[in-house]
């Protein structure tokens, strides 16, 4: 290790803070690479041993000697050049293989990668990591039966929350400068309130899916996974943009600003006001610590400029809104077709072939059985009336913003502490942006009480939701909520090196 890898400290470093290095010479992208190759070794690997790490880029040291050669010659790709990014590993990689976490696909290789992933690269982000994931994006556990289980850096009896938590235990414990996520019901904000992130869940169609191993095709976005807001908005105007093989993407021309980072406004609480969603609150004893953080975190809103309206919409109760969950519809129509077009790489051609292997985790076994068994899914009576209840909750939504004059509808992502190893994921609220495809966003709200198994506590995030194409606003709350308050705090179990 180089004395400049034992003197820069990567704990925390923001994008803008890594460009900053790498531009004085502070650090070079190959020492970068190599700190948090060191860090993943030493702590996913060995020590807390967090499983949070499915597969490491083999080229990645090469491909930071050749952008930093760039960086030498004055060619600089954009926001991102020599910046180390994880990918959770449904995201194509034409480098990489893309297993969603099932062992039978542990050799599979895209020929292309994924049109988000295509994005990163051109901004100059190495790929220096794949992250493990509930197997195909299924198992809130954050289990698969590739990877295994997934640890909770901040207590490692719980999990990292769901399907994205190998992104957010690995952000977290600073294995790179930032991560991406999928998220269908809950899997980006899931792990960045169960790891004291950033999770940002953009509105349907700002981020093309195209080249995802797919789960849902109407609930389903990607989206990034960060420490901070900045680096979330970083990201997203960097991956943000129409995609014609991707005709979902299609709505979003016009709704794109030129920047993104403008709206970072310590600020932007000032004149908004909020919606306190009381339905999504717990009322059991399991559910107090978790209040007893958002109460504070309301006060913090207030007295940073936010006026606060409180809800109670019974049809917005997530419990209610769960059974109208499209996936076990969708699932068996997109993954055939996934594997179809990668027909001359992939192990198999088939949900029924991967079924007949029984290579998979046990525990997503009836939700296989259950969407294999659907002869013609997208024509049963009962997708076609969820669908239909899409778009009601859609105008229950929008309806209840309009009454109140609401830039935003506030709550806790999860009405509990996120769930032990082994327990149900229970309590989450994610599903109401999944299903109405709204803009939504997690960021830290502080920790529960330290415990033996959590040090420094349990984190908690509390998630704002947003109109159609409210990025820019949902980012003014958001930073200016993170910066009053700076609740973000690494693991203790993934110190400097």
Do not use: C
């Amino acid at each position: 290790m180089s004395t400049i890898q034992k003197t820069f400290k990567v704990l925390e470093k923001t994008i803008e803070e890594l460009q900053e290095a790498l531009t004085t010479g502070e650090i070079t992208s190959v020492e970068l690479v190599q700190i948090y190759l060191d860090r993943i070794n030493a702590y996913d690997k060995s020590g807390p041993n967090l499983k949070s790490i499915i597969s490491i880029n083999e080229s990645g040291l090469t491909e930071a000697a050749r952008l930093d050669k760039e960086r030498i010659e004055g060619n600089l790709r954009g926001p991102l050049h020599g910046i180390p990014i994880i990918l959770k590993d449904n995201f194509d990689t034409a480098d990489m293989p893309t297993t969603g976490g099932a062992t039978i696909l542990k050799d599979f290789i895209p020929t292309k990668d994924a049109f988000v992933v295509n994005k990163l690269r051109e901004a100059g982000a190495i790929i220096i990591a794949k992250s493990n994931l509930g197997e195909l994006a299924m198992l809130p556990q954050n289990y698969s039966s590739l990877g295994g289980q997934t640890l909770n850096p901040y207590d490692l009896t719980r999990t990292p929350g769901s399907s994205s938590g190998g992104t957010g235990a690995s952000i977290a414990s600073n294995f790179a400068a930032a991560g991406m996520g999928t998220d269908g019901v809950n899997s980006i904000r899931s792990p960045s309130s169960a790891n004291s992130l950033v999770g940002f869940r953009p509105t349907k169609g700002l981020l093309s899916r195209e080249g995802i191993m797919p789960a849902t095709i109407t609930q389903e976005t990607v989206g990034p996974i960060t420490r901070t807001v900045q680096d979330a908005a970083v990201l997203l105007e960097v991956l943000a943009g129409y995609n014609p093989y991707d005709s979902t993407t299609a709505w979003n021309v016009s709704h794109i600003p030129k920047t993104y980072t403008e709206f970072l406004q310590k600020d932007g609480l000032k004149g908004k006001r909020l919606g306190v969603l009381k339905t999504l609150f717990g009322s059991d004893s399991e559910h107090q610590e978790v209040n007893n953080i958002m109460e504070k975190a309301i006060e913090d809103l207030k007295n940073n400029g936010a006026e606060i309206v409180y809800l109670d919409i019974p049809e917005l109760d997530t419990n209610r809104v769960l059974e109208k969950d499209v996936t076990v519809f969708e699932f068996k129509t997109l993954f055939n077709s996934y594997l179809e077009g990668h027909a001359t790489n992939a192990s198999i051609k088939s949900l029924k072939e991967l079924i007949d292997s029984k290579t998979y985790d046990n525990r997503i076994e009836n939700f296989l059985l259950d969407t294999q068994a659907l002869e013609n899914p997208l024509e049963e009576t009962e997708y076609k009336e969820r669908l239909l209840y899409g778009l009601e909750l859609k105008n229950i939504v929008i309806k209840s913003m309009a009454d109140n004059n609401l830039h935003a509808i506030v709550y806790p992502h999860q009405k509990q502490l996120v769930a032990k190893v082994g327990e149900p994921q229970a309590g989450r609220n994610g599903i109401i942006g999944a299903i109405s495809g709204f803009p939504a966003i997690t960021v830290p709200a502080g920790f529960s009480s330290p415990a033996i198994s959590a040090p420094i506590g349990v984190p908690v995030g509390i998630e704002f939701l947003g109109r159609p194409w409210s990025e820019p606003i949902l980012f003014e709350i958001a930073y200016s909520y993170e910066q009053a308050t700076h609740h973000r705090r690494p693991p203790i179990v993934t110190p400097e090196l």
